[in-house]
């Protein structure tokens, strides 16, 4: 067997935090600062030992697997987001193709973010069990604890713990949640089981090809869709293995409120008045809640979020009509955070690992300066080497090569000046030193 860790999502839903380079998966919210792309890493390890996994996932978010995992696993990177059956297709073709992984070898798919015991990743090897000429997809429903419209329901034909699936129910009202509940249908948790024949077979039919190099060379024209319309609805022969216990999908502030060991995070104060209030301050400045019931308040580089907790799952829809410019983000060298934005200027404090290095890089319409103000380091301008330490003001002119190398942590304010301020005003050169 083989998993296949879906991790490409964008995570929108929980703005401010998370933007399209530093994903939910990232956040550390969990004890010990882990993220939950950690946290669902160690329970497969414990459940599942020796079993690969592949982590599916953007190219943008790449740096950032590898900053954070501190163990080897393969990555499939999708050059743009597509949907999760592009995704699996195209990890589906990098085992095969470039893994030499047999056709023939059973494959579990599971996204990144639900909040379980062990037992649940205890039962991917049942699901693998399953897997027949008569059934070739596998899927794992959980039984539902409440009646939500966030959700999609599998109707199996029976109660048992391994049934046939009837039909299939996309996110319904509340009154046909509640019906379809009574009569024994599960939540659609997006696991799925299966040969890596049969993905490669959904990928030539559905996709024109399963070459994995066809597919990357192409994969921006491919349909924007998920698994489950592109192929789980349209297959006849299904089983689905119930599954009784926690399962918590914590893709909204609601659902991650519920499982965060405390109500308060950075500089925060509340009044003895505020009822079942989270806050969660990731910015310099405090904050003060007053009053508030049933809310979450999020502060980040990226905004501010205010909200009852039950509307934040609606957040989306008002993230997407936002300025889609990240002002924070993680990278594998460190990390960037956007300080001020004028119309010809733009203010960043840039923080380099120590060891880590920017690309050698010039820019044609735009001047730098770069203020140290902590560690030491190490910068080259066109081909010339000089040290830097805290304290020291560098100027890059536009068209001059450049880099700097952390020898110890380094700290930068870099102040653009330009016209034409944009992220592709930027020429890579090969390496000097």
């Known amino acids: 067997m083989q998993i296949i860790l879906l991790s490409g999502g964008s995570g929108q839903r929980l703005w401010p935090l998370s933007n399209d380079v530093r994903s939910k998966q990232f956040l550390k919210i969990f004890a010990g600062g882990e993220n939950m792309l950690q946290r669902v890493l160690k329970q497969i390890r414990r459940t599942n030992q020796g079993v690969p996994i592949t982590i599916a996932s953007a190219k943008k978010q790449e740096p950032l697997l590898k900053k954070h995992l501190a163990e080897q696993f393969e990555i499939s990177t999708e050059p743009c987001r597509r949907n999760t059956f592009p995704a699996i297709a195209l990890a589906a073709a990098y085992?095969?193709?470039?893994?030499?992984?047999?056709?023939?070898?059973?494959?579990?798919?599971?996204?990144?973010?639900?909040?379980?015991?062990?037992?649940?990743?205890?039962?991917?090897?049942?699901?693998?069990?399953?897997?027949?000429?008569?059934?070739?997809?596998?899927?794992?429903?959980?039984?539902?604890?409440?009646?939500?419209?966030?959700?999609?329901?599998?109707?199996?034909?029976?109660?048992?713990?391994?049934?046939?699936?009837?039909?299939?129910?996309?996110?319904?009202?509340?009154?046909?949640?509640?019906?379809?509940?009574?009569?024994?249908?599960?939540?659609?948790?997006?696991?799925?089981?299966?040969?890596?024949?049969?993905?490669?077979?959904?990928?030539?039919?559905?996709?024109?090809?399963?070459?994995?190099?066809?597919?990357?060379?192409?994969?921006?024209?491919?349909?924007?869709?998920?698994?489950?319309?592109?192929?789980?609805?349209?297959?006849?022969?299904?089983?689905?293995?119930?599954?009784?216990?926690?399962?918590?999908?914590?893709?909204?502030?609601?659902?991650?409120?519920?499982?965060?060991?405390?109500?308060?995070?950075?500089?925060?104060?509340t009044d003895s008045t505020c009822e079942n209030l989270h806050v969660i301050n990731n910015s310099d400045v405090p904050i003060i809640c007053m009053g508030l019931k049933n809310s979450v308040v999020v502060a980040g580089s990226e905004g501010i979020l205010v909200s009852d907790k039950a509307a934040s799952s609606y957040i989306k829809p008002f993230v997407e009509r936002l300025d889609s410019q990240i002002r924070f983000a993680e990278k594998s060298w460190g990390s960037f955070k956007i300080i001020d934005v004028e119309n010809e200027s733009l203010t960043i404090k840039v923080t380099l690992n120590r060891g880590s290095r920017m690309k050698y890089h010039s820019h044609e319409r735009r001047d730098e300066v770069w203020n140290f103000i902590d560690g030491t380091g190490r910068i080259v301008l066109d081909g010339i080497e000089k040290i830097v330490r805290a304290g020291d003001v560098v100027k890059i002119s536009c068209g001059v090569k450049h880099t700097v190398i952390a020898d110890a942590p380094l700290k930068i304010i870099e102040v653009q000046r330009g016209k034409d301020i944009t992220a592709d005003d930027k020429i890579i050169w090969q390496e000097v030193i």
């Open 95 to 269: 085992l095969r193709d470039v893994k030499k992984i047999c056709e023939d070898e059973k494959i579990l798919i599971c996204p990144v973010d639900p909040y379980v015991n062990d037992n649940f990743f205890e039962q991917f090897a049942l699901l693998s069990e399953q897997i027949s000429d008569d059934t070739p997809l596998v899927l794992m429903g959980i039984e539902p604890t409440y009646p939500s419209e966030k959700y999609g329901y599998i109707i199996p034909r029976t109660t048992e713990k391994i049934s046939r699936v009837l039909s299939f129910r996309e996110k319904p009202n509340l009154a046909d949640a509640q019906k379809f509940i009574s009569a024994g249908a599960l939540w659609n948790g997006g696991i799925f089981a299966c040969k890596l024949s049969y993905l490669l077979d959904k990928a030539e039919k559905l996709l024109g090809t399963s070459s994995h190099d066809a597919l990357k060379k192409n994969y921006a024209e491919l349909p924007n869709i998920s698994f489950d319309y592109a192929v789980v609805e349209h297959e006849k022969n299904i089983k689905v293995v119930r599954y009784v216990g926690e399962w918590r999908d914590i893709g909204t502030w609601n659902t991650l409120t519920e499982v965060l060991a405390s109500n308060s995070i950075g500089q925060v104060q």
